[in-house]
């Protein structure tokens, strides 16, 4: 009897094990095209400014495309409280939202990525339109990777 409970038990733990392997791919997946691309337009302003930004905006929109606009405001809720306490998370919300619009509309992943550059290159520091990306004044900016 109890090497029949052993192997369930053992059944049962791959089975989670399977199951936290797939939920773990799908972000895996979405930062390293992000950061793929990332790398590759060499943006200054790794916090706050315009790479900020674009990863950001970048990261929805695969998430949009991908999935669900459904599910950029849910990360947007969770990770960046929803825009609310302080510029920072503010900019990271607005953004999230551009992207996710961009995300949903694209009709293939190849203009899905240069709809999210050029939006970049019309954002502004504290634009404040819906359909413009922004980012904070240049002495907010920290050079880092996130």
Request: proline share 4%; charged share 15%; net charge positive.
């Amino acid at each position: 009897m109890g090497i029949v409970v052993a192997k369930a038990e053992r059944r049962r733990w791959r089975r989670w094990f399977l199951a936290a392997a797939v939920l773990g791919a799908y972000p895996a997946f979405v930062m390293v095209a992000v950061y793929a691309q990332f790398f590759a337009v060499g943006l200054p302003g790794g916090r706050n400014g315009p790479a900020d930004a674009y990863r950001h905006t970048l990261a929805s929109a695969i998430v949009a495309y991908t999935l669900s606009p459904r599910c950029v405001d849910w990360v947007t809720q969770v990770m960046e409280r929803g825009g609310q306490g302080n510029a920072a998370r503010a900019m990271d919300a607005h953004n999230n939202r551009i992207g996710a619009r961009i995300g949903a509309t694209a009709g293939s992943w190849n203009s899905m990525q240069q709809a999210v550059l050029a939006a970049i290159h019309n954002g502004a520091v504290d634009a404040r339109s819906a359909e413009q990306i922004t980012w904070l004044a240049p002495p907010a900016w920290q050079e880092r990777l996130y």
